[in-house]
């Protein structure tokens, strides 16, 4: 399939064009863009027209559990201890294989509406996300997560490498999903490190959401700082940190000489009483940032529109400083940058040529985004999720004109309600 | 006229009814709410199917500079002095009457669309904005600006005793709106306070929005604390205070033994790098909090729903407690807190026989919501402004299925686009 997309007022995020561009066109050519020019005359099987909307690359949550859709605002008012051993975990013992499907298919339907055309994500019953994903058309990279301390455990990393042997493709990719230092053991958790060496993938991990974790980790692994691990076990893998809260400044300093890479989930921190990232402290370390919304248990939404504006918002509140973070170097951490922590960023994050055709196209025509001063400012504080009109993932068009072609969005929601009602029992 | 919402999801916010109720009709006859109840039967003029909607009070935004809708986001990146300096003052200088008219109508629309029935202003061309407001429905408490040094300055409370004389009437309020303590000096301010006393009107006023402010004021008023002018000037007026950001433990106790109810703005107060106001401790000294938005030229935008989003994980986040500030408490300041604050609770900010009818209706019936397991918790973290479907304000229909009968807004957002260009030439 051919498809031309015309007339884009252009926000690339490569760093070998403009920051923003207008009146270019873009030639996708089956997955891939193939040209990025003025005023292309070809012949194509479909011609998007894009005069005075947005074009941009499809955003990248890089941290999530997307089959909690289910949970959804179960936690207000809630210690996250008490939300968890009383309402989480009882519940998630009866979800069922179906339960799975319908769940992830119904957050990757809020992604797609929402301009995220990929997920980072971290589960059980990682087949049946897996085949969600597939009929959606999203961007995926899962895992079987991991968590052990005994010989027994060792079956859920034979699980992921059946899981990567079975699945790994274009759309699907995989990495070593350790759940996090507190739920494993030193030596489990070295299993883990060398199975993620072995296939040369990245580890994602749950790391210092809070200070809960932190002390446990230190009292567990009888270290001084989380971050000795850090730097014993895990210097020679790509890590995805998730959370990366409840980090000193030296901790940042000690990371930032690893190849690490955050993933920032303001709004699930704020709401379970984490606290805020220094991300100010990590930028200036040179870490890279990137972005997630975590579950919609905690997280409430896969919105990363929501997440951008929190992370913008936060740094130059707690900092006491409106000059930090400008919109451009926002819209970097939702897109590039978590490429790079996904070790896709030869691939995706960035509109080039020869990358795969993942992009979103947005409408600011409307008078909750009038006037418009500064395109970027307007994309992180005002773009609201629900104004993305198009998406498109692996050169394929999942939604155009807000609709997603072929998917039964009233069945999917009375089905998770369904499944809600069930196990809430 | 006389309209029945029938089969309404009902918050109605007051304390005589329960949280939330089911296959509700309302009957609305003129400007007021005349009848709660199962099943009405009467010969209405319009009828309003609420099915499986939410019917609420409107949302009551206590703080804003509405005519700065042409500033939206050209403070990206700027120290707030730096930016009020080198960008908003020189092209206010060159605001006309004209260009506040249309400024105004872009919020007003903005506001109905996003759910917001009654907004605080503060700015000048006081005219305008009324003309706006009148056309639009919305509304509105107001004020003329005041600051002042010198006798002349007395102009200013004259225009606002001209304005009250020619516009107080059921939808348009009034109150003294003193910018602030670090803009006028003492025998001014005083002034003001009596005028205030002998009209029976509000104060409103910006307060401790930021360190500097606060260091100002305790250097021209000569006093250890901005809490000394309060106790000792506004302790017999009813004071709305902005953002109050820069308030320490003891400054809020001292706050709760006067009349005065805080503007939390926190969107604005995090852009502009002031900081996060500290809402739990003015909760448990009982003080009552409202929320406003500010002008977009520091909030971004009118939408209410950010802001109660922004007000409930900031206080869990900050104070690292998942269990503070539960949905419904967020609902009250957005409603009826607010219509303390503003001295209308008699009025609005609630759904009750008598009340003027200033209702809302939202649909929570699509994938983002999905599924409904809290209804407080879904409307203040996924619900979106642009999720409001019907907005009605003193009984009559300004918004319906979405749209706005009769107003032009591609001539409002062009008419917009030009003023901001020419002034910033």
Redesign the interface.
């Known amino acids: 399939m051919r498809v031309l997309i015309k007339n884009c007022n252009l926000i690339s995020m490569s760093e070998n064009r403009k920051k923003y561009e207008e009146n270019i066109d873009l030639l996708i050519e089956d997955k891939l863009i193939t040209r990025i020019d003025k005023d292309i005359e070809e012949k194509v099987d479909k011609v998007i027209d894009a005069t005075g909307k947005i074009i941009m690359p499809g955003l990248i949550n890089t941290h999530s559990h997307i089959s909690m859709?289910?949970?959804?605002?179960?936690?207000?008012?809630?210690?996250?201890q008490d939300?968890l051993k009383e309402k989480i975990w009882p519940m998630e013992d009866k979800l069922q294989e179906e339960d799975i499907y319908w769940a992830t298919l119904?957050s990757c339907?809020?992604m797609i509406?929402?301009g995220t055309t990929t997920i980072n994500d971290m589960y059980f019953m990682t087949d049946k996300i897996i085949e969600a994903a597939l009929e959606t058309g999203i961007r995926l990279q899962t895992t079987r997560t991991l968590m052990g301390y005994e010989e027994k455990d060792d079956q859920r990393l034979k699980e992921l490498e059946e899981l990567i042997e079975k699945y790994n493709q274009d759309t699907i990719s995989f990495n070593v999903g350790i759940h996090g230092l507190y739920t494993s053991n030193e030596q489990y958790v070295k299993k883990c490190i060398k199975f993620a060496e072995n296939k040369n993938l990245p580890i994602h991990m749950h790391f210092c959401e809070?200070?809960q974790e932190r002390e446990d980790i230190k009292r567990d692994y009888n270290v001084k700082t989380p971050l000795e691990i850090i730097l014993r076990d895990f210097n020679k893998t790509h890590n995805i940190l998730a959370h990366s809260v409840k980090l000193d400044e030296q901790d940042i300093k000690e990371l930032s000489k690893t190849n690490s890479y955050i993933s920032h989930c303001p709004?699930s921190?704020?709401?379970?009483?984490?606290?805020?990232a220094k991300i100010k402290e990590m930028l200036e370390n040179g870490l890279c940032v990137s972005l997630g919304t975590d579950g919609q248990g905690s997280g409430?939404?896969l919105?990363m529109f929501?997440t951008m504006?929190?992370t913008a918002?936060?740094q130059?509140?707690?900092?006491?400083?409106?000059?930090?973070l400008?919109?451009y170097e926002i819209l970097k951490m939702a897109t590039i940058n978590g490429a790079k922590a996904l070790k896709l960023d030869k691939k995706i994050g960035s509109i080039e040529v020869g990358k795969r055709a993942d992009i979103i196209m947005i409408n600011l025509?409307?008078?909750?985004?009038?006037?418009?001063?500064?395109i970027?400012?307007?994309i992180v504080?005002?773009v609201?999720?629900?104004d993305v009109e198009m998406t498109m993932i692996n050169g394929k068009i999942i939604m155009e004109n807000k609709r997603l072609e072929g998917i039964k969005?009233t069945q999917?929601?009375e089905k998770?309600?369904q499944?809600?009602k069930r196990i809430s029992k």
């Open positions: 859709s289910i949970f959804r605002e179960t936690v207000d008012g809630y210690k996250t939300w119904l339907i809020e509406k929402t809070n200070e709004v921190n704020l709401k379970l009483g984490c606290g805020i409430s939404n919105d929501e504006k929190f918002l936060l130059k509140g707690v900092n006491e400083n409106p000059e930090l400008p919109a025509n409307n008078i909750l985004t009038q006037p418009l001063n500064n970027f400012a307007q504080y005002n609201k999720g629900t969005e999917i929601c998770c309600s499944i809600i």
